[in-house]
């Protein structure tokens, strides 16, 4: 049996995890010899692979990135306006793949679903840090990236304190606010501001201003995609032939700047961009990376193709593919920690609440 990886999408700590443990599990259990594909659908374009051996995955099990390479863009149905799809099931074929375990996100999970026609074997293993994929209850590097952003709020609180200064923090997560909402949680944000929460700039100053007069610091959580009630004061409307605040960044300077506006504190902003994607995997991140890479495995094994791993009430199990092309998961209104954020006095930056 010849089976093929790759990593597609944007990378996320954890991904050579899932190689390590895809790539030892088929070893171990079923002498399979693996091939790794480069740089995500890019390899089977560019008609790029290398095998895999228990010798190529030793030691990078803590490793960020991914040993493979990945591509954010690389679409075999649509590269540089051709279809090359066909071409890239052919090499497939002759390189005698009998499946193939695609670790990525929503984009490249639509991809692999379509590949599938060509009668190889799709296996999908969910990864983001921003933890929206349906489906998943989790997605590892999701924890790493919360880690991450919990850690420059605890830095940044305490020069926030030093220097009786407002500070915002913008977290990655493109629409969705898991990772705002968790790291703004674990490291005592007094404001979160979410994409699905349309904020009110007004309200958010009164908090600030409150604090001014006692705690004289302000600790505000603002996620990448976080937007006004209205629809106003994006960074697309400040950035001339722009349509994507969240491809730009920068809503915290946004904020920033009508912040100072509106209160006599300094205020700073910190956009953590990318660092919340590199470095090593948390221990959680590794043992759910390796938990989907031996499932995936298992799937290969017992010819249940076309299927997702998932993580669904606490425990490992898949679901067909299809279900998850074309859709993201965010932060619903009635989730606990929303709750939990309010009954603290964290603010959500909406009008009329206190
Ligand atoms: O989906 C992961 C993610 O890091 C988002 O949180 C962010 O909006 C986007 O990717 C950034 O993409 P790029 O690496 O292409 O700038």
Redesign the pocket.
Do not use: A, F, K, L
């Given at each position: 049996m010849r089976i093929g990886i790759l990593t597609g999408?944007?990378d996320?700590p954890g991904l050579n995890a899932v190689i390590r443990a895809v790539t030892k599990a088929l070893i171990k259990t079923c002498g399979a010899e693996v091939i790794g594909i480069e740089d995500g659908y890019l390899g089977l374009i560019e008609q790029r692979v290398r095998p895999l051996d228990l010798r190529a995955v030793a030691g990078i099990l803590t490793r960020g990135g991914t040993i493979l390479g990945t591509h954010?863009a690389a679409n075999p149905f649509n590269w540089q306006g051709r279809d090359v799809s066909a071409q890239c099931a052919e090499f497939a074929r002759s390189q005698g793949l009998q499946a193939i375990v695609v670790i990525g996100?929503d984009g490249t999970m639509a991809i692999s679903h379509k590949f599938s026609q060509y009668g190889i074997g799709m296996v999908g293993v969910p990864k983001?840090?921003?933890n929206d994929l349906l489906h998943t209850e989790r997605t590892f590097g999701f924890d790493t990236a919360v880690a991450v952003v919990a850690d420059a709020l605890d830095r940044l609180q305490t020069t926030a304190q030093s220097h009786h200064r407002v500070m915002l923090v913008e977290t990655?997560?493109?629409y969705a606010g898991w990772?705002a909402l968790e790291a703004g949680l674990a490291g005592g944000a007094d404001v979160i501001l979410l994409p699905e929460v349309p904020y009110d700039i007004d309200a958010i100053a009164e908090v600030c201003r409150r604090r001014e007069a006692r705690q004289r610091f302000t600790l505000i959580c603002v996620a990448?995609g976080a937007a006004p009630a209205g629809g106003s004061m994006t960074v697309a409307s400040t950035v001339e032939g722009s349509h994507d605040p969240?491809?730009l960044g920068g809503v915290a300077n946004v904020l920033k700047l009508a912040l100072e506006q509106r209160l006599t504190s300094e205020v700073r902003a910190t956009i953590l961009g990318?660092i919340?994607?590199g470095g090593t995997p948390t221990p959680f991140d590794r043992v759910l990376a390796t938990q989907f890479g031996v499932h995936a495995a298992e799937l290969v094994r017992a010819g249940q193709f076309n299927r997702l791993v998932v993580l669904r009430e606490g425990r490992i199990a898949s679901v067909p593919l299809a279900d998850v092309a074309g859709g993201i998961r965010t932060v619903p209104l009635d989730h606990p920690l929303l709750t939990v954020a309010r009954s603290i006095g964290v603010s959500l930056g909406v009008a009329g609440v206190p």
């Open positions: 999408g944007g996320c954010n996100g983001t840090i921003d990655m997560g493109r990772i990448e969240v491809r990318h919340q994607r």
